[in-house]
């Protein structure tokens, strides 16, 4: 047991420590792609999966339509949506039917009944079909878009002003064949000067997401993209070539269509030399998150049995490769042994030395736990001074709210997610599903943003 306890420790704070060290150390040399702003605009189709939006639609039609970007078409994908989903789109894009030529062969996915395209808005394009899961819905967008550059956007997603002109200049460098964007938390942000300032004033179940959602991003898909192992394009904001797209078959019916579709990328990568997956963190979509524990539970429960389906059906291929890949160490030694079995170890342990009250053991995992606080913290810190990078400064009066905020991280989202962890794993075996959606506030975002 000592042994182990020991293998925790270090496993718990050795590769976070890696990750941050990883993270600060991209901070140092800017992009190349960055130099690149007189690039020539690349058509770029954005796509939207649709399944009952219907309440958030206003607000993601209009922040797509102030978008800078000239050479953009947007894809409203509804996958038979069973509330006015389809009528909301009618009535705000005034759509008319077109003839869209595209090929039924190369991609899976249910019945086009029609496509439509926007009388308002020429570069707003509908494809109304029938029923098939997110990652159906994303096959069909794939192959009615007519651009070479795919992003997929949730629809409670906006994106920023400048995205699709970085996203441009990073793809300048054909040696990117996918990325992924920086998300935010939607909620409590202003507007100022069209800019979205961040805040803290919000639920404080928000702003618990907040901080994870900067230090998930900011420290550890950075260091994982530089490592060349990101396993995870987010499926609220992810970049692809839609020929690399193609030639992995597109998605795959599953209920986590986005670390499925990057590690079949990566997979691609063993047979294209040269070619890479990267992370652009000046590239920002914001994302409404969940304002219920029992939404969250349920969103984090769909990304675990997500994480657990791409275990088990890429699990070979990562063993042969465990020691060549870094791809592979930090899927499986990282996520999986230090992620997974280690937490069920813990918890266990845990309920084993209080039935039998063994004070010295207990003392242990006590260790255990107040390194492991000690590091997130750190972590949490990092990843806080790495967004004030990329301009996420809160004010000085919200310093008191954003202390507290760590701390709740420590003490209550910590063990929430630990025991998403034990459950959704098991939960796999038990039932898969599909959409799993969570409630929409339906509020709208603009007029909040501008009060």
Known sequence: MDIFILVLLICSVLFPVYHMINSLLIMRKPPTYLSNKGAKEKGISVLIPCYNE???LKTTIESLNALKYNHAEFVFINDGSTDSTFKVLEELLELKPIFKRYSLTELEFMPIKKVYQSIKYPNMI???KVNGGKADALNAGIIVSSNDIIVTLDADSTLDNQSLSIINNAFEDNSIIAAGGMVHVLQGRKKVNDQLVPSLKSKFIVRLQLIEYLRGFYVYKASLAKSNALSIISGAFGIFRKDVLLEVKGYRRTVGEDIDITMKIQKYLGRSPGSRIVFIPEACCY?????????LYKQRIRWQKA???CLVIYFRDLCKTVLSKKLSFFFLVD???TGIICTYVI??????LLLFINPLSLNKIFI???FSSICSFIYNLISLRIARKYAFKLPAKEYNRLFQTLIGDLLVLRFFNIAVVCIGTIA????????NKVSRTGRDYTLEQAS
């Open 54 to 56: 219907e309440s958030i």
């Open 428 to 435: 796999y075996f038990i039932r898969k599903e599909g959409w």
């Open 287 to 295: 994302t409404e998150v969940p304002e219920s524990w029992k939404d």
């Open 347 to 352: 918890v266990v342990s845990f309920f084993v």
């Open 126 to 128: 509908v494809i109304d």
């Open 307 to 309: 994480y657990t389906d």
């Open 335 to 337: 996520s999986f042994f």
């Open 368 to 370: 255990y736990l107040i």
